[in-house]
């Protein structure tokens, strides 16, 4: 039996980078081990953390903004300072040292993976996109483990990884609270019978508008189909926006629920027959934990275009079908997302092409790999 194990976190700046580290945080404490947190308390891990109750060890560094070439040296002031600070804390009190050290690519990061590399630590990456932050590629060279969400990212960090270390496909960990989505719950939580067919819309925190604005679009073709029903997310900023555009009337409003955010996406996700959505990270790792149907919009402007290298996991599984969004103005792509909503074998076959995935076993790979390091 694997030794319980105290395991150091590091994941900060974004839910991209903290849902995860959340979603293994879950797994790792249900298997006996202790969790500690390392982040800054000002960003958005310093409320996600302490709200999941697990300690949190506050960390602070400056990022380095290539179009102002002078913060490099605070940058650089701040990262070696918190090192040396950690790596002092991680000696002196035995049990604030980790057996294992785990980054999940935030800049907020490299204190932890260099303390922990000081002290042969092993040191555990996890990288969500297809395309990798510069973090993970500065501490590839000193992780025992990089966990990687997409297959495509492997033959970046061959380039960047020690010769010991081991780069392994572990998909990207989902929350517990997504997983445990119910279908009933979420149907009834916004109105949706049993027996229709439920089409959820969401655009995530960046470049819904154009989503948006094709879904007023094909408002009126979509309601055509009495049996559908559309729930649609459009992001704070551009809600009011679509709201007016989209012009419902009372009745269609039984069917057409438009609304700023989700806030219960897994049950959302466990209500929905068909997603239209961005293919960020997160929202690729949670459809495919929840094996819906999906049609994927990458997002034109993400860096690198990584949003279609994501895309591409789904896929090339059979699970999603993908339209570039200079694309999704034209007749053909109403006729795949229509056509969809009308063929329920079709969807059945992209489901099941889902499951097939495993994504909903993404905290478990992980945490299995980080215990096999002590084995």
């Not at 035995?94 to 057996?99: I, K, V």
Request: proline letters at 5%; hydrophobic letters at 45%; charged letters at 25%.
């Amino acid at each position: 039996m694997t030794d319980k194990l105290s395991v150091a976190i590091a994941a900060g700046g974004t839910a991209g980078h903290v849902n995860p580290a959340l979603a293994l945080a879950e797994e790792l404490d249900a298997r006996g081990h202790t969790v500690r947190f390392f982040g800054e308390t000002r960003r958005l891990e310093g409320k996600l953390v302490p709200q999941a109750g697990f300690d949190f060890f506050p960390v602070h560094v400056t990022g380095f903004d290539r179009a102002r070439p002078w913060t490099l040296a605070t940058a650089l002031a701040h990262l070696a300072h918190e090192e040396r600070r950690l790596a002092s804390a991680f000696r002196s009190d035995p049990e604030l040292r980790p057996d294992v050290a785990v980054g999940f690519g935030a800049y907020v990061e490299l204190p932890l993976m260099r303390a922990a590399a000081r002290l042969k630590i092993p040191v555990v990456l996890h990288e969500q996109n297809s395309v990798p932050g510069l973090a993970n590629k500065q501490s590839a060279k000193s992780a025992s483990l990089i966990a990687i969400a997409q297959p495509a990212v492997r033959a970046v960090f061959e380039k960047h990884a020690g010769a010991a270390t081991k780069i392994e496909f572990t998909g990207n960990p989902v929350r517990r609270s997504v997983l445990a989505g119910d279908r009933a719950r979420g149907r009834a939580s916004v109105g949706v019978p049993a027996d229709a067919t439920m089409l959820l819309v969401f655009g995530g925190s960046l470049g819904a508008h154009h989503i948006n604005q094709r879904m007023c679009e094909l408002k009126e073709q979509l309601l055509a189909r009495p049996d559908v029903y559309v729930v649609h997310s459009t992001g704070a900023d551009d809600f009011e926006a679509t709201r007016d555009a989209l012009a419902l009337t009372d009745a269609e409003r039984e069917r057409y629920r438009v609304q700023p955010y989700i806030e219960d996406m897994g049950d959302m996700l466990a209500a929905a027959d068909l997603v239209l959505s961005r293919s960020g990270a997160s929202s690729v790792a949670e459809i495919a934990a929840l094996a819906v149907p999906s049609v994927l919009v990458p997002y034109p402007l993400a860096t690198a275009d990584h949003q279609t290298t994501n895309a591409r996991l789904l896929v090339d599984a059979g699970a999603a079908i993908m339209c570039p969004d200079a694309q999704i103005d034209e007749d053909a792509f109403a006729a795949q997302l229509l056509g969809l909503l009308d063929d329920p074998a079709a969807r059945e076959h992209m489901r099941e092409a889902a499951r097939g995935l495993a994504q909903d076993k993404a905290a478990a790979h992980l945490a299995d790999a980080i215990e096999g390091l002590r084995v």
